[in-house]
């Protein structure tokens, strides 16, 4: 079954190949090179694409932008909540905790931070009463957090106004306490915090080092994570090209707004010479849209808010950052795509925005360059994953780019070594065909892996799935790329199962 399909892709791809000599103005044109490409996570850094030792460097690391936490009073041993989610006062009298009783953290400093709710308000006071009414924080909407030890979760706030939050009855928190002593369980400033998700972006990194030490510890990170010896690497190891994610801040280098840091430009001008050094080619990804473009950390969410692509203003914004890195790098014979904007998340990111976005940026790089091929990221979420297809094929060389991996979400659990190599087999086979048509785009997994939600797994067994996924992924008519280069988690690192003879190309 799945040789037939193979063969029937590889007659498409041929009959494709033979069409796109006689016409190259439809988007169904093949790459005249197939990508075997690594993404090169660390020019733009969360944990896990750097050395971890530099969050765990962060004086009060705990408390980082974005950091989500719950609060349970001891006194009634019920927690804070947002009631409403928000736009309303603060009271404490819910019983268990998720969404509304979940405070995400800005950090203005080591010790100081205010407290986003579900509905994006910010928590402050009215009068001595703690509501969450404002969108738009200001001074009043500050608070400290002090913990009764290191390695205890008992806390207590300190509101703006220098006194200590109280959970004072089930429906009135108030910050009218002047001065506390002990941890006692009948206390009602005493809070027992609970740590509900972290973000280990960019943002929370140079927030958290702040103006001085930011720019130093960027430096030292792009000076030492990836070198030119890896493009040596990756060029003699079977791989052709590379996928850079990037930042937007990138094009008001080197004084992009705080917290970001100046450098990431000369970062990448290194890339492109390392890349034509060794004949590889670069696909630039714009991963982190301004705003955030999916509320994860590694489109650099400040607290998992999304909020790109809401006015033409961002959009604009956007497509200005495409501008500014197609100009500069279109005559750069390593440039091969220009990929618009990285996992727009549905149904935040409406399809008609990212139409919009995506028509203009288009045009954008074809202002600089009639040869890049333009890659369009599929939203994740719910949707048709040929969604893209009506404004693609009004494209020349474009790509729709999907991203495959056998994790994150509830169907892999459980699955054994034989059934995730069957679902590559099977049905990522056939949703790579539902998207590969002669008359449509080409298409590009730009990101897959070789990690499961398998325990125990022989490294025979890794063979076998990376195996699997080169076989199936190898059909895509503009090519795939690893995730990612180096990580600090052994299987995520191309670099790592090459090495360790895992993966051969
Ligand atoms: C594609 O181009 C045609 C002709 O210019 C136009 O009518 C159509 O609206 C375009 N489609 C999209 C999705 O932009
Ligand atoms: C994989 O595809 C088969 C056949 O179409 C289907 O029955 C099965 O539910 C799919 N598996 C998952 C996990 O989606």
């Known amino acids: 079954m799945t040789r037939w399909v193979n063969l029937k892709i590889w007659l498409l791809n041929f009959f494709v190949t033979s069409f796109s000599m006689f016409s190259l103005s439809h988007g169904a044109a093949n790459a005249e090179l197939r990508v075997k490409a690594v993404n090169l996570g660390g020019w733009l850094v969360t944990e896990g694409w750097m050395k971890p030792s530099l969050f765990d460097a962060i004086p009060?690391?705990?408390?980082?932008?974005?950091?989500?936490?719950?609060?349970?009073?001891?006194?009634?041993?019920?927690?804070?909540?947002?009631?409403?989610?928000?736009?309303?006062?603060?009271?404490?009298?819910?019983?268990?905790?998720?969404?509304?009783?979940?405070?995400?953290?800005?950090?203005?400093?080591?010790?100081?931070?205010?407290?986003?709710?579900?509905?994006?308000?910010?928590?402050?006071?009215?009068?001595?009463?703690?509501?969450?009414?404002?969108?738009?924080?200001?001074?009043?909407?500050?608070?400290?957090?002090?913990?009764?030890?290191?390695?205890?979760?008992?806390?207590?706030?300190?509101?703006?106004?220098?006194?200590?939050?109280?959970?004072?009855?089930?429906?009135?928190?108030?910050?009218?306490?002047?001065?506390?002593?002990?941890?006692?369980?009948?206390?009602?400033?005493?809070?027992?915090?609970?740590?509900?998700?972290?973000?280990?972006?960019?943002?929370?990194?140079?927030?958290?080092?702040?103006?001085?030490?930011?720019?130093?510890?960027?430096?030292?990170?792009?000076?030492?994570?990836?070198?030119?010896?890896?493009?040596?690497?990756?060029?003699?190891?079977?791989?052709?090209?590379?996928?850079?994610?990037?930042?937007?801040?990138?094009?008001?280098?080197?004084n992009p707004p705080p917290p970001y840091v100046g450098g990431s430009l000369n970062a990448l001008d290194n890339a492109f010479l390392w890349a034509q050094k060794y004949e590889l080619k670069i696909i630039l990804d714009l991963h982190a849209a301004p705003g955030s473009q999916n509320g994860f950390e590694h489109s650099s969410s400040r607290d998992g808010s999304l909020d790109w692509g809401k006015t033409d203003e961002n959009i604009l914004q956007t497509v200005q950052v495409i501008d500014f890195l197609t100009a500069r790098y279109a005559r750069r014979p390593s440039l091969y795509a220009v990929e618009l904007i990285n996992e727009p998340l549905s149904p935040d990111v409406t399809l008609e925005a990212l139409n919009k976005y995506y028509k203009a940026g288009y045009e954008a790089v074809r202002k600089h360059s009639s040869t890049a091929y333009v890659v369009l990221s599929n939203r994740l979420g719910p949707i048709d994953p040929r969604e893209l297809f009506p404004l693609a094929n009004n494209f020349t060389r474009s790509v729709i780019d999907v991203h495959y991996y056998n994790l994150f979400q509830d169907v892999f659990n459980g699955m054994s070594v034989q059934q995730n190599i069957d679902f590559v087999y099977n049905n990522r086979s056939s949703q790579l065909s539902y998207i590969t048509t002669s008359d449509a785009p080409l298409t590009f997994v730009g990101e897959w892996v070789a990690e499961w939600q398998v325990s125990g797994a022989t490294k025979q067994d890794y063979q076998r799935f990376a195996k699997a996924q080169l076989d199936v992924y190898g059909q895509a008519t503009f090519g795939w790329a690893y995730w990612a280069f180096k990580n600090i988690y052994n299987h995520w690192s191309l670099e790592w199962m090459i090495k360790n003879g895992y993966i051969k190309l």
């Not at 705990?62 to 009634?76: A, H």
Request: hydrophobic letters at 40%; one cysteine or more; charged letters at 20%.
């Open 60 to 254: 009060n690391k705990d408390f980082l932008d974005g950091t989500g936490l719950q609060f349970k009073s001891v006194t009634t041993q019920k927690y804070l909540c947002a009631e409403s989610g928000g736009g309303n006062i603060i009271v404490a009298n819910r019983p268990a905790a998720s969404g509304w009783e979940t405070f995400r953290l800005w950090r203005l400093n080591e010790n100081t931070f205010r407290f986003r709710v579900f509905n994006k308000q910010f928590v402050g006071l009215d009068g001595v009463k703690v509501v969450a009414f404002s969108h738009t924080p200001t001074n009043s909407e500050t608070f400290n957090i002090v913990k009764e030890s290191d390695n205890s979760n008992r806390v207590r706030i300190k509101a703006s106004n220098g006194y200590f939050v109280q959970a004072k009855k089930e429906d009135l928190v108030s910050a009218d306490v002047s001065s506390v002593s002990g941890w006692r369980d009948d206390d009602p400033t005493v809070f027992v915090m609970t740590i509900a998700g972290r973000m280990h972006g960019e943002f929370q990194l140079t927030n958290a080092y702040g103006p001085t030490k930011a720019p130093q510890v960027m430096k030292q990170h792009w000076s030492t994570f990836i070198v030119e010896d890896d493009f040596k690497f990756i060029a003699s190891n079977g791989l052709n090209a590379v996928r850079i994610p990037i930042g937007w801040w990138i094009a008001s280098d080197p």
